[in-house]
């Protein structure tokens, strides 16, 4: 009974799918980093897995619905080259900016100065976003050319949850290191 109601709002609302995708896939790529740091279930950053959840739940999921709406305006065919095309203008025009709201973002809610989290972009996003220019346009061109529109969203949320436990890897290990330098 619940799945059908639930089933009837996502497709009505579309921007929802994402939303409860993400409400799960982020948090999870969180618990997935923090057990490749060695922790476990009694010593989990739960804030932590909280604040990528409000994140993906509330930024994420209907940003990047916006710009699957938008890329399958401009780009209507579902062809390869076509799919190229919003896959290579995704990672010029979307990932910057998506990137620079992360880092900036999940900075706020740790609840560090702007200027702490304006230092974080500056120091982690050009090599975050080296790593997404090779990662993202083939999942993203193999999504835009064989998945409904309707379904990319969830389909590149479980791509995400990759990309998540990387995002939530590179945000924390120059954190530990700075706090590390703070300490001595």
Same mark, same amino acid.
């Given at each position: 009974?619940? #799945? =059908? ?12 799918? $994402?939303? !409860? *995708? ?23 950053? #739960? ?5 990528? *959840? ?9 940003? %990047? ?22 896959? /290579? ?7 910057? /900016?998506?990137?620079? &709201?992360? @880092?900036? $973002?999940? *900075?706020? %809610? ?7 989290? $304006?230092?974080?972009?500056?120091? =982690? ?8 220019? /090779? ?10 050319? %064989?998945?409904?529109? =309707?379904?990319? !969203?969830?389909?590149?949320? @479980?791509?995400? &949850?990759? #990309? ?6 590179? =945000? ?7 706090? %590390?330098?703070?300490?001595?």
């Amino acid at each position: 009974m619940w #799945w =059908k109601f639930i089933v009837e709002v996502t497709n009505e609302y579309k921007i929802l799918r $994402g939303m !409860i *995708s993400y409400s799960a896939l982020w948090p999870i790529g969180c618990l997935i980093q923090q057990t490749f740091e060695g922790k476990r279930l009694k010593n989990y950053d #739960w804030e932590r897995c909280l604040r990528y *959840s409000l994140y993906g739940t509330f930024v994420s999921a209907p940003m %990047l619905y916006c710009w699957m709406r938008c890329a399958n305006i401009m780009w209507p065919r579902t062809d390869f080259r076509s799919s190229l095309a919003k896959a /290579f203008t995704e990672q010029a025009a979307y990932d910057p /900016f998506a990137i620079v &709201l992360f @880092f900036y $973002g999940m *900075s706020i %809610l740790e609840r560090r100065s702007q200027q702490q989290a $304006g230092d974080e972009v500056r120091d =982690k996003f050009f090599d975050t976003y080296k790593v997404g220019f /090779f990662y993202w346009p083939m999942v993203q061109t193999v999504n835009f050319s %064989l998945v409904k529109p =309707k379904n990319q !969203i969830v389909v590149a949320g @479980f791509f995400s &949850l990759i #990309w998540t436990t990387f995002l939530a890897y590179v =945000k924390t290990s120059k954190k530990q290191t700075t706090e %590390l330098a703070a300490a001595m």
